[in-house]
């Protein structure tokens, strides 16, 4: 990323699971997934969340909660 940021190219890089896999029921299923998305343009801190791991549980705490339905979509947005 920072390599990215240095040469100046406008990049959005997304972090996610295909699918969920609760340990519990040891299967998949149709749950929500966490993800994480980097933006180039994103240098605003008033627009970032505090989120900084990459877990189920900190991503609940995430700007988009236990996430969205078509959060691919995100990537698209300016």
Do not use: Q, W
């Not at 519990?24 to 933006?39: E, N």
């Amino acid at each position: 990323m920072k390599e990215i940021e240095k040469r100046g190219i406008e990049a959005k890089i997304a972090v996610l699971p295909d699918h969920a896999t609760p340990i519990k029921i040891k299967t998949h299923t149709a749950d929500l997934v966490p993800f994480a998305i980097y933006s180039t343009k994103n240098k605003n801190k008033d627009e970032r969340d505090e989120v900084e791991k990459y877990d189920e549980f900190a991503c609940r705490n995430g700007k988009y909660g236990r996430g969205v339905e078509n959060s691919i979509e995100i990537l698209f947005e300016d």
